[in-house]
């Protein structure tokens, strides 16, 4: 108990105390790194696998793109490259949307939500191990609270102030 009280003495950004941004950072990389390498040979990458599962989930008339860039918490030009290249390989179709004029309503085609269900299996096999460094009792606990901090930083992105640059 000691070292707790030792650390916490520390001020919060001192390199002997853990840290959020390194610590999100680290697992984002090793988990984006463990999943493009056991989906490679699918040629879906962890982007387009996420866009797959949010169409999946979402609308089943589709999605503007707006909505799925807010529900991948990506940004639009980097969702608007990813869909021409899913567009392309045939596996989601962009039409006019019905009451704006411009935006498009963009569905999961069949090859797509094939190629999304042959990865799901690997995305839930990768996610099954990962959690495994944690007690089975703990899991849903970690996960729940991983989607407060998650939502915290969102709120805190969505606070800040803008640069006019």
């Excluded at 690997?122 to 007690?135: C, E, H, K, R, Y």
Aim: aromatic fraction near 4%.
């Amino acid at each position: 108990m000691p070292e707790k009280a030792e650390s916490e003495s520390l001020p919060v950004d001192s390199p002997q105390r853990r840290r959020l941004p390194l610590l999100l950072r680290r697992a984002w990389y090793g988990l984006n790194q463990a999943f493009r390498r056991r989906i490679a040979h699918t040629g879906v990458t962890p982007d387009q696998f996420t866009a797959m599962r949010t169409l999946t989930e979402g609308d089943p008339e589709g999605m503007t793109q707006r909505e799925l860039t807010l529900a991948m918490s990506s940004d639009p030009n980097t969702v608007a490259s990813l869909l021409e290249r899913m567009e392309d390989a045939g596996w989601v179709d962009r039409k006019p949307h019905e009451r704006d004029r411009r935006a498009y309503r963009i569905r999961l085609l069949p090859a797509g939500r094939q190629r999304f269900e042959e990865v799901r299996e690997l995305a839930i096999g990768l996610q099954s191990d990962i959690l495994t460094v944690l007690p089975e009792s703990e899991r849903e606990t970690f996960l729940a609270q991983l989607d407060l901090v998650a939502t915290g930083c969102r709120k805190a992105a969505d606070e800040a102030p803008r640069s006019r640059s």
